[in-house]
């Protein structure tokens, strides 16, 4: 019987389990990997990074999107675009940066990327889409896989089709599956039966995504589709804990005191990555993720979820041990 315990390969890589944290945009940074790993995750992908950043050695992108903490391995880097020559030249960099795969994405719904012809606007133009995946293969030398879509509207199978060229033509060695049309975005409930076909049909490893937002649900799903692993989003954002559960490794549901000081660590490897005034506004948004098993009375979950600076938020979790340090 298949479990996410398993060992497996792709594309030459050999990896642990079968469970994946999925690429986070905005949020899959070194330290977001890194604490999935921690965790148990048998794979890390960072957030979608431009590959014209990458090519153009932009210095943001190359300073903090680029970073590889060296205990987060195996990771791969996802990358977005519209341009081959960009793509085979991001590839490179990030090999040399240390990936140990590249995933390009071409599900990604948003219309700022998908103007640009990148993302989900790839599944229209599959001539494009098999030379940019042929481009990455090039330039990094890395196994490649691809996040797609079925396609852009219920019963639209141009991603599926897709998928079968990035195979036979451009040699991807997987392929990421979120079985909801772009349309979609996160929305509905995704067609884990096409999963399952798409399975059966390819010869190379299917990662299923989208709609994993329980344990039961991502046990169920693999189970149905026969995808090759899970990659958990969105379910995993303040519940690492989440990987630890999939791969039967026990511990249970985590108590309040762990949580805080989990979310400590996260917000002294914010201000390492930040910087502590950048740090306090990127953290706003992770606050929330935790603040329900922290069991915190209202007042206090008012302050933390608001907290204007770390040193605040540093103050509430005193609540539950030494303070920590200012």
């Given at each position: 019987?298949r479990s996410?315990?398993?060992r497996?390969?792709?594309?030459g890589?050999?990896?642990?389990?079968?469970?994946v944290?999925?690429p986070?945009?905005?949020?899959?940074?070194?330290?977001?990997?890194?604490q999935?790993?921690?965790?148990?995750?048998?794979?890390?992908?960072?957030?979608?990074?431009?590959s014209f950043g990458?090519?153009?050695r932009?210095e943001?992108t190359?300073?903090?999107?680029l970073?590889?903490?060296?205990?987060?391995h195996?990771v791969?880097?996802q990358?977005?675009?519209h341009d081959p020559?960009v793509?085979?030249?991001?590839a490179?960099?990030v090999?040399?940066?240390?990936?140990?795969?590249?995933?390009i994405?071409?599900?990604c719904?948003?219309?700022k990327v998908r103007?640009?012809g990148?993302g989900?606007a790839l599944l229209a133009?599959?001539e494009r889409?098999?030379a940019?995946?042929?481009?990455?293969?090039?330039?990094?030398?890395l196994?490649?896989t691809?996040?797609?879509?079925?396609?852009?509207?219920?019963g639209?199978?141009?991603?599926?089709?897709?998928?079968?060229r990035?195979?036979t033509?451009a040699g991807?060695?997987?392929?990421?599956?979120h079985?909801?049309h772009a349309?979609?975005?996160h929305?509905g409930r995704?067609?884990?039966?096409?999963?399952?076909e798409?399975?059966?049909a390819?010869?190379v490893?299917?990662?299923?995504?989208?709609?994993l937002?329980?344990?039961?649900?991502a046990?169920e799903?693999?189970a149905?589709?026969?995808a090759?692993?899970?990659?958990?989003?969105?379910?995993s954002l303040?519940?690492?804990?989440r990987?630890?559960?999939?791969?039967?490794a026990?511990g249970?549901e985590?108590?309040?005191?762990?949580?805080?000081?989990?979310?400590a660590?996260?917000i002294?490897?914010?201000?390492e990555h930040?910087g502590?005034?950048?740090?306090?506004r990127?953290l706003?948004?992770?606050?929330?993720?935790y603040t329900?098993?922290?069991?915190?009375?209202?007042?206090?979950?008012?302050i933390l979820?608001?907290a204007?600076t770390?040193?605040?938020a540093?103050?509430?979790l005193s609540h539950?041990?030494?303070p920590?340090?200012?």
């Amino acid at each position: 019987m298949r479990s996410l315990s398993d060992r497996w390969r792709i594309g030459g890589l050999e990896l642990a389990n079968r469970v994946v944290l999925a690429p986070l945009a905005g949020i899959g940074n070194w330290f977001v990997r890194l604490q999935a790993r921690r965790y148990g995750a048998g794979l890390v992908t960072s957030e979608m990074v431009s590959s014209f950043g990458i090519a153009y050695r932009n210095e943001r992108t190359m300073r903090e999107f680029l970073r590889i903490h060296p205990d987060e391995h195996p990771v791969a880097m996802q990358l977005f675009g519209h341009d081959p020559d960009v793509m085979r030249e991001a590839a490179a960099v990030v090999a040399e940066a240390g990936a140990d795969m590249i995933d390009i994405n071409m599900g990604c719904p948003v219309r700022k990327v998908r103007k640009t012809g990148a993302g989900a606007a790839l599944l229209a133009d599959p001539e494009r889409a098999v030379a940019i995946v042929s481009a990455a293969c090039d330039g990094g030398a890395l196994p490649v896989t691809v996040k797609l879509r079925p396609g852009d509207a219920p019963g639209d199978r141009a991603g599926v089709e897709l998928a079968h060229r990035l195979v036979t033509e451009a040699g991807v060695a997987g392929i990421a599956f979120h079985p909801r049309h772009a349309s979609q975005q996160h929305k509905g409930r995704p067609d884990y039966a096409l999963a399952a076909e798409l399975v059966e049909a390819l010869p190379v490893p299917v990662l299923l995504s989208g709609g994993l937002l329980s344990d039961e649900r991502a046990l169920e799903a693999f189970a149905r589709s026969g995808a090759a692993a899970v990659m958990l989003a969105r379910g995993s954002l303040g519940d690492p804990w989440r990987f630890r559960r999939l791969l039967g490794a026990g511990g249970g549901e985590p108590s309040p005191g762990e949580v805080a000081a989990e979310l400590a660590w996260v917000i002294e490897r914010a201000e390492e990555h930040y910087g502590r005034e950048r740090a306090g506004r990127w953290l706003r948004k992770v606050y929330p993720w935790y603040t329900d098993r922290l069991e915190l009375p209202k007042d206090l979950q008012t302050i933390l979820i608001s907290a204007p600076t770390t040193a605040v938020a540093k103050d509430v979790l005193s609540h539950f041990a030494a303070p920590l340090a200012a």
